[in-house]
């Protein structure tokens, strides 16, 4: 039987479950250079529909979730008030330096960087835990989830793993706010 999706070939399930056998693990983080201590993208096997299916997910804390929540909305006010605003957009010279943004792009920046501040004290953006499920995904179903843990390590990602194969997984529903770190204030 051919497979559209090959994250639900059974030939594509056996090869990872063999590789997560000789691992001893039970997940398989997808190497990536985003992959951070926030911010994890790794493959596991599940159950959808009463079949196992290879899941492509990503597991990122509530503080990352809402540093991008906050940023998506300042930069759609920075859209709002500056009509040719397509996004800020950091170059590299040859030798790998930044290249100066143009004096609009900063001017953005600011004006970015003043409403995230703004929403933040306000505590405006507030977010919770959650899972969603992708079953349009290319590969197996996508899965993506943001929990309240300062960082996402091999630990988190198989209590995650085992909890949601177990149907053991409860999401807190608590809605929370956090303020950027500010580097300038540690020692206080």
Same mark, same amino acid.
Do not use: C
């Given at each position: 039987?051919?497979?559209?999706n090959?994250?639900?070939?059974?030939?594509?399930?056996a090869? %990872?479950?063999? *590789?997560?056998?000789?691992? +001893?693990?039970?997940?398989?983080? =997808?190497?990536? !250079?985003?992959?951070?201590? @926030?911010?994890?993208?790794?493959?596991?096997?599940?159950m959808?529909?009463g079949?196992?299916?290879?899941?492509?997910?990503?597991?990122?804390?509530?503080?990352?979730?809402?540093?991008?929540?906050?940023?998506?909305?300042?930069e759609?006010?920075?859209?709002?008030k500056?009509?040719?605003?397509?996004?800020?957009?950091?170059?590299?010279?040859?030798?790998?330096?930044?290249?100066? %943004?143009?004096? *609009?792009?900063?001017?953005? +920046?600011?004006?970015?960087?003043? =409403?995230?501040? !703004?929403?933040?004290e306000? @505590?405006s953006?507030?977010?919770?835990?959650?899972v969603?499920?992708?079953?349009?995904?290319?590969?197996?179903?996508?899965?993506?989830?943001?929990?309240?843990?300062?960082?996402?390590?091999?630990?988190?990602?198989?209590?995650?793993?085992?909890?949601?194969?177990?149907?053991?997984?409860?999401?807190?529903?608590?809605?929370?706010?956090f303020?950027?770190e500010?580097?300038?204030?540690?020692?206080?």
């Amino acid at each position: 039987m051919k497979f559209t999706n090959p994250g639900f070939d059974p030939t594509h399930i056996a090869k %990872l479950r063999e *590789e997560l056998k000789s691992m +001893g693990k039970r997940f398989k983080v =997808i190497p990536d !250079e985003e992959n951070t201590d @926030e911010f994890v993208n790794f493959y596991f096997i599940g159950m959808y529909e009463g079949k196992e299916v290879i899941y492509d997910a990503a597991l990122y804390t509530l503080r990352l979730h809402h540093a991008s929540e906050v940023y998506e909305l300042a930069e759609h006010k920075a859209a709002q008030k500056f009509s040719n605003f397509k996004g800020i957009n950091y170059e590299e010279d040859e030798n790998g330096n930044m290249k100066p %943004l143009t004096q *609009e792009e900063e001017e953005i +920046g600011w004006f970015i960087t003043e =409403i995230i501040m !703004e929403i933040e004290e306000e @505590e405006s953006v507030k977010v919770q835990e959650f899972v969603d499920i992708d079953t349009n995904h290319d590969y197996g179903i996508g899965l993506d989830a943001g929990i309240n843990v300062e960082f996402i390590d091999e630990s988190t990602i198989s209590k995650f793993v085992k909890e949601f194969n177990d149907d053991t997984l409860i999401l807190d529903d608590t809605m929370y706010s956090f303020q950027s770190e500010d580097l300038d204030n540690e020692d206080e």
